[in-house]
């Protein structure tokens, strides 16, 4: 008769030494960190692109303002504006269509559920 087979199991589990516990949560760490970092390098690419493209495409139009005048404070001002506003009228799209789709998915949710 082998005494480990009568054994509960939290007894037959080995001891865990402490520098095994903290190369753990270091693997856990990294493991959570690496997709925040590639989260964070991707949003900042997709807004220096959004910039980009803004800046281009009102590019005559700041050419003109120059040209009459206006100074380099000036230009900023009105470009901080209008990057300004296309960014709450973006976030007011966004949110309106959130939130119609999220109660649909919650309506098909709550007559799943019910069905089920």
């Given at each position: 008769h082998d005494i480990s087979t009568?054994?509960?199991?939290?007894?037959?589990?080995?001891v865990v030494r402490k520098d095994s516990v903290e190369s753990f949560l270091a693997t856990k760490v990294s493991l959570f960190?690496?997709?925040?970092?590639?989260?964070?390098i991707t949003?900042?690419?997709?807004?220096s692109g959004i910039t980009r493209l803004l800046i281009n495409k009102f590019?005559?139009?700041?050419?003109l303002w120059a040209t009459l005048g206006a100074n380099s404070s000036?230009?900023?001002?009105?470009?901080?504006?209008?990057?300004?506003?296309?960014g709450m009228i973006g976030g007011g799209i966004r949110l309106f269509s959130r939130l119609s789709t999220s109660r649909f998915i919650l309506f098909?949710?709550?007559?799943?559920?019910?069905?089920?």
């Open positions: 009568s054994l509960p199991l939290y007894a037959k589990t080995k960190s690496t997709p925040a970092i590639f989260g964070l949003l900042i690419l997709v807004i590019k005559s139009d700041y050419e000036q230009l900023a001002l009105l470009i901080s504006g209008q990057m300004s506003l296309s098909l949710g709550s007559d799943y559920s019910r069905n089920a």
